[in-house]
């Protein structure tokens, strides 16, 4: 297998990455909110991240309702960083669809 390539975010603002392998996730400026939960931890919701992959859409009730989710992976180490909204059943959630979850704990603010 090939070295894969990975972006790199040139940003002023502040960068989030991974945790454990410090690859760039995303940035402030794609940062929404971060008044989110994910179980017991806090998470974030950005409208966009980089050197992700997504695993299969699932269906998934959550505290605010059904969803349909996909969990997002750390392209480089393959750790679970979070999930994209890719469905949300309940009016007032439709803005979440999507955009990108990702939890406080596997992220690492530069
Ligand atoms: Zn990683």
């Known amino acids: 297998m090939g070295k894969r390539y990975l972006e790199y975010i040139d ?3 502040y960068i989030y990455k991974c945790k454990f392998c410090k690859c760039h996730l995303s940035s402030k400026d794609h940062l929404i909110s971060k008044n989110f939960t994910s179980g017991s931890c806090r998470a974030y919701l950005f409208t966009n991240a980089f050197n992700v992959y ?3 859409s699932k269906r998934k009730e959550l505290l605010t309702g059904l969803h349909d989710i996909s969990y ?3 392209e480089n180490c ?6 994209k909204y890719i469905w949300a059943a309940k009016p007032e959630e439709k803005y979440k669809e999507g955009n ?9 603010k530069f």
């Open 54 to 56: 997504y695993g299969e």
């Open 11 to 13: 940003s002023s603002k």
């Open 72 to 74: 997002v992976y750390c």
């Open 100 to 108: 990108i979850i990702l939890e406080r704990n596997s992220l690492y």
């Open 78 to 83: 393959e750790r679970k960083m979070g999930w």
